[in-house]
C-alpha cells in the first residue's frame, strides 16, 4: 500500500521485511553514507531490470518497513512482482539484498604508517586515563554494528563564533545532535606509559610485576623477552580481538633514572614499540603527568615521520575547564616546542580535548571553556561532560563504551575519534 507525501515528488509506501535484513539494510547504508530510501529505490529499479528470477529470500517473520519513493516506482515495482509471481514482501526482500550484494561492506582503510597519539598533560587527575581508552575504544568498535555519535555541530558553531565573541557555551551533555553510525574497525594498541597503572587497572589488566618484563625494561635497553608477550586482549567480545592493552609496571617510577643513561634517549620509547607497530593501525599512549625524560621520549614518539601526512600523530592534550589545567598546559607546550627546536622535529598537535565538563559549575568552566576554545590553535575537538557512567565503568573495572555504551560520554568519545581519523 502507498500514501501520499510531499517528500520531493516521493510517496511513502508501507511494506514488511525480516527484521535481519532490515538491519543489514541500515548498516550497509551508514556504511556507504546514503540514505536508505535511496538503496532501497536503487535496490527495487534493478531488480524490476533483472532479466530472470533472483534468488528466494527468507522472509519469516517480517514486520512493518515504510520508505519513500519516487512517484509511481511502487505501482511498477507491485506489477512486476505480480508478473513474476512473487509476494510484495518477497520482493522488496529480494531488492534489498540485491543492493547488499551490489554494494559490499567497504574494507576498513589500513593507514599506510602506523598512526601514534600521545595523550598527555603534565597536571594529574585532568582524565587523561579516560580519555586514552574511550578513544581506543571508540576507533576499534565494529564496522557492523552501528552506535550513536555525536555530530559536532554545537561545538562547531561555538568555534565559528567566538571569532565575534558572541558564543554561546555548548552542553556536554546535550542530548541532541546524535546520529547512529558504524564504527571504525580499527586494530587499535592502547600503551599505559604511567607508573601509577590507571589504563590498566581500569580495563580490568593485572599491572605487570616488577621482576618481570616491562615496557620500561625494553626502552632501559634491558629486555627480557618479547614485548608483545606482554599485550592483552580487551573485551574480545564487544570489541572482537581489534582492542589491545600493554600494561604498565610500578618500575615505570625508575624511567627517568634509567632513561638517562641510555643513548639516544628521547627514541628510547619508538625503538621499544618499532616490534609491535605492524600489528596496528593505531597506537595510544596514555603518558604520565611527568615532563621528565620519559615524556621527551613520549612526544618524539609521537613526531611526524617521513612520508607522513600532517595530523596524523602528535599529541592529544587533556585539560579540564579551570586554571589549574591552562597552568600546566603552558608547561607542556614549552616542553614540546623546546624539543621541536632541540631535534628539528615536527610535533603536530592533535587538538584540545575539554574533560569532566559540567556547566553547572557556572562561570569558571563556562569562561575556562571559552577560554580554550578561543587558543584555536590547536583547536578544541573534544567535549565530554563529568557524568557518572565513566565513574561507574572504572568501578566494574570495564570499558565505558562496553559498559555504557549508548551513555553521552560515549557519544562524545566517537565524535572524539572522527575528529582524530
Avoid at 54 to 60: C, F, I, R, S, Y
Avoid at 326 to 340: C, F, G, S
Wanted: glycine share 8%; hydrophobic share 40%; proline share 6%.
Amino acid at each position: 500500500m502507498s500514501s501520499p507525501a510531499s517528500s520531493h515528488d516521493r510517496e511513502k509506501v508501507v511494506s514488511k521485511l525480516p527484521g535481519w535484513l532490515r538491519q543489514n539494510l541500515k548498516v550497509r547504508a551508514a556504511q556507504h553514507g546514503v540514505e536508505i530510501q535511496a538503496a532501497v529505490e536503487s535496490g527495487i529499479k534493478d531488480w524490476c531490470g533483472l532479466a530472470s528470477a533472483a534468488p528466494a529470500v527468507d522472509t519469516v517473520g517480517s514486520d512493518t518497513f515504510s520508505t519513500f519513493l519516487p512517484l509511481g516506482q511502487w505501482n511498477e515495482f507491485r506489477q512486476t512482482t505480480a508478473d513474476r509471481g512473487v509476494s510484495l514482501t518477497q520482493g522488496l526482500a529480494q531488492s534489498v539484498q540485491l543492493w547488499l550484494d551490489a554494494n559490499p561492506a567497504p574494507e576498513v582503510e589500513r593507514p599506510g604508517i602506523t598512526r601514534r597519539v600521545i595523550v598527555c598533560n603534565q597536571k594529574g587527575g585532568v582524565g587523561k586515563t579516560a580519555i586514552t581508552a574511550g578513544l581506543g575504544e571508540a576507533l576499534a568498535e565494529d564496522v557492523d554494528i552501528l552506535r550513536p555519535v555525536r555530530v559536532a555541530k554545537a561545538l562547531a558553531k561555538a568555534l565559528r563564533e567566538s571569532e565575534a565573541r558572541t558564543v554561546q557555551v555548548p552542553s556536554a551533555d546535550d542530548p541532541l545532535d546524535v546520529e547512529n553510525l558504524p564504527g571504525p574497525g580499527l586494530k587499535v594498541l592502547l600503551v599505559d606509559f604511567d607508573p601509577q597503572c590507571h589504563l590498566t587497572n581500569q580495563l580490568g589488566a593485572a599491572p605487570l610485576p616488577m621482576q618481570g618484563d616491562s615496557l620500561t625494561n625494553h626502552m632501559a635497553g634491558d629486555p627480557k623477552g618479547g614485548l608483545s608477550d606482554l599485550i592483552v586482549s580487551i573485551d574480545e567480545d564487544c570489541f572482537g580481538g581489534r582492542l589491545h592493552l600493554l600494561p604498565a609496571c610500578n618500575d615505570a617510577f625508575l624511567l627517568d633514572v634509567r632513561l638517562s643513561a641510555v643513548r639516544a634517549r628521547e627514541a628510547a620509547l619508538e625503538r621499544a614499540l618499532a616490534p609491535l607497530e605492524a600489528d596496528y593501525d593505531v597506537i595510544i599512549v596514555d603518558c604520565p603527568p611527568s615532563l621528565g625524560l620519559s615524556m621527551d621520549a613520549a612526544a618524539y614518539y609521537g613526531r611526524r615521520r617521513d612520508g607522513e601526512k600532517p595530523g596524523q600523530s602528535g599529541a592529544l592534550i587533556v585539560v579540564q575547564a579551570e586554571d589549574s589545567s591552562a597552568d600546566a598546559y603552558e608547561l607542556l607546550t614549552t616542553q614540546i616546542d623546546d624539543l621541536r627546536g632541540d631535534l628539528q622535529i615536527d610535533i603536530d598537535s592533535l587538538g584540545i580535548v575539554v574533560n569532566l565538563y559540567d556547566s553547572r559549575r557556572g562561570y569558571i568552566a563556562t569562561s575556562s571553556l571559552q577560554g580554550w576554545i578561543d587558543i584555536k590553535d590547536p583547536r578544541v575537538v573534544g567535549l565530554i561532560g563529568d557524568l557518572k557512567e565513566q565513574k561507574e565503568a572504572v568501578r566494574v573495572k570495564k570499558p565505558l563504551l562496553s559498559y555504557a555504551p549508548e551513555s553521552q560520554q560515549a557519544v562524545g568519545m566517537r565524535a572524539l575519534a572522527r575528529e582524530i581519523l
